[in-house]
């Protein structure tokens, strides 16, 4: 089993949808939970980061954590074209210390 | 945000031959950078851990006498790829730990460089 399961997607939807990217992990010494953005032959992005477990917003994306149930999420509202990306998450903490594991990332696309 | 930069951005070259790939961070100290291998439509996978002023710290598959890795200042690490062959092709991201954001484990990614080995 992967510390880290995302489903690679595709995933696509129309433009103004509300998109939900999800990610579940084993190890629960995580505290740390990131999502990054990574367009095509680019190096990654932070987009949010949350530290144990709760909800944060910042602007159109919401993120969440439930440590209960080892489970992230990331919301896109009024998803636009430029939103078009891979999304991954990313933990650390914990034993692990600084070192991050990411999840496969998951392919998005949204449609003008 | 804190800045890193890659150089160069894409490199061919033939098989047998090594490569070396510079990562800097530019507008802060990193003690500590991490590099990435990335294959097409896959995750990062994390190769090291690159410590300032120290050896660096393999995770379990990848020679360290093929990617030899060189931390010799708070704002440069290298990655030398030696006696590349074809099955090393691949992108090869870096990222640095900012030390005023160490708490919140925070990595700033690099571009990343592709090598493509003939």
């Known amino acids: 089993q992967k510390e880290v399961e995302q489903d690679p997607g595709p995933l696509s939807v129309p433009e103004g949808a509300i998109v939900s990217l999800n990610c579940t992990y084993s190890?629960?010494?995580?505290?740390?939970f990131m999502w990054y953005r990574q367009y095509s032959r680019k190096g990654p992005e932070l987009l949010m980061y949350?530290?144990?477990?709760g909800n944060k917003e910042d602007g159109r994306f919401t993120a969440q954590v439930d440590k209960s149930s080892k489970y992230i999420s990331l919301f896109i509202r009024d998803s636009q074209p430029s939103d078009s990306a891979t999304y991954l998450c990313?933990?650390?903490?914990?034993?692990?210390?600084?070192?991050?594991?990411f999840g496969a990332g998951t392919r998005l696309f949204v449609k003008a | 945000g804190a800045v890193v930069s890659q150089h160069p951005s894409w490199v061919i070259c033939k098989s047998g031959t090594s490569v070396k790939i510079e990562c800097r961070s530019l507008?802060?100290?990193?003690?500590?950078m991490f590099w990435y291998r990335q294959f097409p439509k896959q995750s990062l996978m994390l190769m090291a851990t690159?410590?300032?002023?120290?050896?660096?710290?393999?995770e379990q598959g990848v020679e360290k006498d093929k990617f030899l890795i060189n931390h010799a200042s708070l704002t440069l690490s290298t990655l030398t790829v030696t006696s590349a062959h074809p099955e090393d092709s691949s992108f090869y991201i870096c990222?640095?730990?900012?030390?005023?954001?160490?708490?919140?484990?925070?990595?700033?990614f690099g571009p990343g460089t592709r090598l493509t080995v003939l």
């Open positions: 190890n629960s010494a995580f505290q740390y």
């Open positions: 507008d802060f100290q990193a003690t500590t």
């Open positions: 690159s410590n300032e002023g120290s050896k660096a710290t393999y």
């Open positions: 990222s640095a730990l900012s030390q005023g954001l160490a708490n919140l484990n925070e990595q700033f």
């Open positions: 990313a933990m650390s903490g914990g034993t692990g210390g600084f070192k991050t594991i």
């Open positions: 949350t530290y144990s477990s």
